[in-house]
Nanobody, 124 residues
Framework: QVQLVESGGGLVQTGGSLRLSCAAS????????MGWFRQAPGKEREFVAA????????RYADSVKGRFSISVDNAKNTVYLQMSSLKPEDTAVYYC?????????????????WGQGTQVTVSS
């Protein structure tokens, strides 16, 4: 089993930046893929970004491409989501997720492990 804990959420103004962290405990390696998802009020949980634990492959939702960046620090067993140029539409609970596969997918049901989520609120 892998335990995931998110941190770094908060309230920012439009155009601001935040960096989310996902600390992983348990067995992690290049055999795993990690992802960030978000869920806004009244909406389905949606894909944001994903990466192999090795860092060789990344994917982004069109809505965040060019504004968000996902990365991995293997030494710290931590996945990051750097968010810039934030918009009110980015307001949501952000979840870190992992799966025991190198295949980077965009569907929540493909992921086996989930964090508790961290709230990101972008004010107008």
């Amino acid at each position: 089993q892998v335990q995931l804990v998110e941190s770094g959420g908060g309230l920012v103004q439009t155009g601001g930046s935040l960096r989310l962290s996902c600390a992983a405990s348990g067995r992690t390696s290049s055999n795993y893929a990690m992802g960030w998802f978000r869920q806004a009020p009244g909406k389905e949980r949606e894909f944001v970004a994903a990466i192999r634990w090795s860092g060789f492959s990344t994917r982004y939702a069109d809505s965040v491409k060019g504004r968000f960046s996902i990365s991995v620090d293997n030494a710290k067993n931590t996945v990051y989501l750097q968010m810039s140029s934030l918009k009110p539409e980015d307001t949501a609970v952000y979840y870190c997720a992992g799966r025991s596969s190198v295949v980077v997918t965009t569907t929540p049901r493909d992921y086996d492990y989930w964090g508790q989520g961290t709230q990101v609120t972008v004010s107008s």
